[in-house]
Each structure stands twice: as C-alpha cells, then as structure tokens.
C-alpha cells in the first residue's frame, strides 16, 4: 500500500472528485488579496467566503482541493508552539471538501467516515469524534444532531465527546462565516479504555479533520447572524494524516518535512543528528531547532512563490529573520543555508504547487537581500545591547524576551527618545519600523517601564488600513475578479480545473 504523503492527497481528491462528483478548485494564494480580515489565508475555506455570505454565487456546489495554509497571525496563530509540539505548523496543506447549500451534516459525516476508514483503512478504534456541547451567550444549544448522526454511523457513546466554544465553534477570523463543528481525532497510542479527551492536545491524541457546520456570520460589531443558506467546510490537515498513516510520532518524521531535517543535518558539520526529542528531554533545543527551520523554511517558500513581500509583511519578515538565526547560532552556517534549504522546498512541494518553481529566482534574491539586512542589523544591534540598561523588573528575567536585532534596536530609538506611554501612533511606528508585533511592543514597554495600551495599535492599524484599503481599492477588485475567474470557469477547464493522465492529477 503506498502511504507516501502524494498518495495521500491524490486518494483524498480521487474520493471526493471521482466518487462523490465535487469539483476541482485550486488552492488559492497565501495571501488573502480580496480580504483584509485575516493576516494569510488560514483556512480552505477563506476563499469561499463570499458564497458562504451569499454574495458570490458558486459555479459548483461542491468542491474540493488542498489548500496552503498559513497560520501566524490572528484568531490562528500557531507560531509559538512551532517546533514545540510535532504537529502544528505556520505552513501546512489543508484538505477539504466543500458544499455550498447542498448536503449537509449527515453526508459529510458519513463520508469523512468512509475516506478514512475504508479508503485509508484507519481501524474505527483509533479514532474519537467531537460535537459541539453548546453556549449560553451564543444561545445556541448543544449539537445532538451530530451525536446522533455519529451513532447511527456506528461509533459508540464513549467515542463522540462534547466540547465547548473553543475547539467546537469554528471562526475564521474576528469575522466571518462561522457555526459549530464536529472534530475526528486520531489516537497514536490507541488505549480502547480511553473513554474522553483528557489528553487532547499531547501527542498521544491529535485532531486530524473538522467538519464545519457553516450557518452563521459573525459580524464586525461581534454579533452573530444566520446565513441564507447552509454549507459544509472541512478541513483535513495533510501532515497529520500523512503522520498517522505513516505511524510516526510527528510530522517532522513523515514524507513531508524529514528531507529537510536530512539535509539541515547534511549541510552542517559537527551537528548532531536530529533525534525526535521534545521539552525537557531536548535539553539543548537542538531538535526543537530541527523542527522549526524546516517549518519555516516551508513558510517562507510559500510566502514568496506567492508575491508575499517581507517589506510588507513583518510576521514573514520575522519567521526570516529566526530562521537566519538559528542558522547562525544552533547550526553555524555563516550565510546562504536558508537559501539553500529552499531549493529542497522547491524540489520537493513544486510538482504539488508549480508556483514555487516559476518564482525560485524570486525567492533567491528576497532571501538572499532579507540576510544582508538582517547581518547589518545584527552588527548594530549587539553594540547596542551592551549599552542597554533594564528596569530592576526584568534585570534578572528577560530569559523570555526575544532579542531580535529588530528589538534592540526599537529599545535603542526608546530609550533615546524617553516617551511615557508608547502611543497608538508610537506603536505603529516601531511595527512598520522595526517589524515588531504587539507582543514584541508590550514587553518593550515593561522593560522599559513604558505604558501601553495595544489596543490603540489595533485601532492605528484599522485606519491605516482603511485608507491603503480606499488607495487599492481598483486594485483589489481587479485581483479580486480575477479570483472569482478561478471559481467560476468551467468551459476552460484546462486552466482552471484538475486533469487526469496515468500517472494522476495534473495540477492547473
Ligand atoms: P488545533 O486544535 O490542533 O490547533 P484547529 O482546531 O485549530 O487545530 P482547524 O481550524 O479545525 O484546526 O483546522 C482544520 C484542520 O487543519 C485541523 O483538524 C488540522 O488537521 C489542520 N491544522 C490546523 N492547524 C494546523 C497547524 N498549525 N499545522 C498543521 N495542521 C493544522
Ligand atoms: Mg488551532
Ligand atoms: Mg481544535
Ligand atoms: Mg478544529
């Protein structure tokens, strides 16, 4: 049987365009051009929002595809727990299948079930299913409908668990479609007495696929609207499946990232191997130093192939810089690693996504311009350190401040200048500036014994955003038709839908 991490995904599209008739529709771009809601595209379903809202109409009423996704920012921002754990990642490939006002519940259920127990051929016994338990200031009740359906696919009681707001109410972003969801877990360990979740979130038990109820919009003043119409939105995460097919512990040993822990390990002298630690175990942070370079070497691959700038986009620019980082001091490469490991990307995902092959000049010379600046900033920066003086607060404590040469040089500017308060305005300035996030800022201001308040960041950003919003608004819609193109062709299908030959799909 071949579990390679291609036949995974070519299986999950045989089933759902070949059986079960959805069409096929290309991953859209990481960028999120026609919405500024969200910092990346974080989700398959980002660029089916406007069918969801009811303000674009769908060509097809079902679809499915695998989606780049891109999770550092926003309601999902998993890049702090990147390389902690062995399953989430700032970049990783979202499988879905889609109905737009077709089936519902019952079908999508029901044939998430069959792929991953007959096509796949998980035993039912190490898997575990969540519903929706229900929320009294949503006000809306407990999902047993779902439980029931569950039932009557024949999982017992003990294996379909409620869960609350968090884990079973999806949302996209601050706003958007959203609606309860029911989540299937997979079991590494597969104890049978097991009877809850206890666990939830180690590595013994990992979530693998959400099947999202779409009925509501969440609006921008926070409040919660029904949708015209109800839709179904899956999302089945590729390295945690390839994982539990494969029998690995984690991602990093799987198809998808262990070529580059090999050529990380190939490429430097006197490093040792990389040994699949995790916390304390990994005492000297070189595994957790494996796994998050060849995460974001994945990241930032997918970032550039699809026109992301890190001048515009500090969360991209910050996920170069660590990655420069810990080239320099875990791996000591002195310069061009992180470049070279983006031609494995590129080997590797470029049959997958041919927009990483066109572009890998591109990709070159931002990386190439992105460590020369960063080195500059390096050189000021340490002289700048040595001046630096701390409050008695974090005089002993700034172990879990990140000393980026971008944050020294922002406490440099600070220090200088002596505000009281790190104003709205003031915070602004050192995230355009110094590509510092909120988080970054706030510690600055306890170090320095400045106030801050980030929500008037977040308020300083809407404005500006708005007024480049208005600035690019011909802009945008252009993109944005263009986009709309993809969903709607059908005649030129050659463009923009899946064709088949022996050896599999050809992608557009
Ligand atoms: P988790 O609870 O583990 O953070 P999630 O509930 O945030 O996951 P969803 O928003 O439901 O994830 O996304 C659908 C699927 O995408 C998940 O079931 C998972 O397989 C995958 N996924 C989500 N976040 C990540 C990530 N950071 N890295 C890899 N896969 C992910
Ligand atoms: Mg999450
Ligand atoms: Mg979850
Ligand atoms: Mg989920």
Redesign the pocket.
């Given at each position: 049987k071949d579990i390679s991490s291609k036949n995974i995904r070519q299986q999950f599209l045989d089933y759902f365009i070949k059986e079960k008739n959805h069409a096929f529709v290309k991953s859209s771009p990481v960028v999120p051009f026609c919405d500024s809601t969200v910092p990346f595209v974080?989700?398959g379903m980002n660029q089916f929002k406007g069918i969801f809202l009811g303000t674009q109409v769908p060509h097809f009423m079902k679809v499915a595809n695998s989606q780049k996704?891109i999770?550092i920012g926003g309601k999902?921002n998993?890049l702090n727990?990147?390389g902690k754990d062995g399953?989430?990642?700032?970049f990783?490939e979202?499988m879905g299948n889609w109905s737009f006002g077709s089936y519902f519940k019952k079908e999508a259920c029901e044939m998430a079930w069959e792929l991953l127990t007959k096509v796949y051929k998980i035993p039912p016994n190490r898997l575990y299913v969540t519903y929706f338990g229900g929320d009294n200031k949503l006000n809306i009740g407990p999902d047993f409908e779902t439980k029931d359906i569950w039932k009557s696919i024949g999982l017992l009681d003990n294996r379909i668990l409620p869960f609350g707001i968090k884990?079973n109410f999806?949302e996209m972003g601050a706003s958007g479609p959203c609606g309860p969801?029911s989540?299937?877990h997979f079991d590494h360990i597969c104890d049978t007495n097991r009877g809850n979740l206890v666990n939830k979130?180690l590595h013994d038990l990992?979530?693998?696929?959400?099947l999202?109820f779409i009925e509501y919009n969440r609006c921008a003043d926070g409040s919660i609207e029904a949708l015209p119409k109800k839709h179904i939105d899956?999302?089945?995460?590729?390295?945690?499946?390839t994982c539990a097919l494969q029998g690995k512990l984690s991602?990093y040993d799987t198809d998808l990232f262990d070529y580059l822990i090999t050529a990380i390990h190939k490429n430097c002298n006197n490093i040792p191997k990389y040994s699949g630690k995790f916390g304390e175990e990994d005492w000297n942070n070189i595994d957790t130093s494996y796994r998050i370079l060849s995460d974001h070497i994945r990241m930032i691959v997918a970032s550039l192939a699809d026109g992301i700038i890190p001048e515009e986009n500090q969360k991209l620019r910050r996920v170069l810089r660590r990655c420069f980082s810990l080239s320099q001091n875990v791996f000591f490469k002195e310069s061009g690693f992180v470049k070279e490991l983006s031609n494995y990307v590129v080997e590797h995902m470029g049959e997958v996504y041919p927009e990483m092959e066109q572009n890998i000049k591109q990709i070159h010379s931002i990386i190439d311009f992105e460590e020369d600046v960063y080195k500059l900033l390096k050189e000021a920066a340490e002289k700048e350190l040595k001046k630096i003086s701390f409050s008695n607060k974090f005089r002993e404590n700034t172990d879990f401040v990140d000393f980026t040469p971008s944050f020294i040089l922002a406490m440099k500017e600070l220090q200088n200048t002596q505000p009281n308060e790190i104003t709205g305005d003031l915070a602004f300035r050192l995230y355009d500036t110094y590509g510092l996030d909120s988080d970054s800022i706030q510690q600055l201001s306890e170090i320095l014994n400045m106030s801050y308040n980030p929500e008037n960041l977040v308020i300083k950003m809407n404005k500006v955003r708005a007024k480049s919003r208005e600035e690019h608004h011909i802009q945008f819609n252009k993109i944005f038709d263009s986009l709309n193109g993809d969903l709607n062709k059908t005649d030129d299908t050659e463009k923009y839908s899946y064709r088949r030959n022996e050896s599999g799909y050809i992608f557009p």
């Open positions: 974080n989700a996704c999770r999902h998993d727990i990147v399953y989430h990642h700032t990783f979202m884990d999806w969801c989540e299937i979130g990992t979530e693998i696929w959400n999202v899956t999302g089945l995460g590729l390295e945690r499946l991602s």
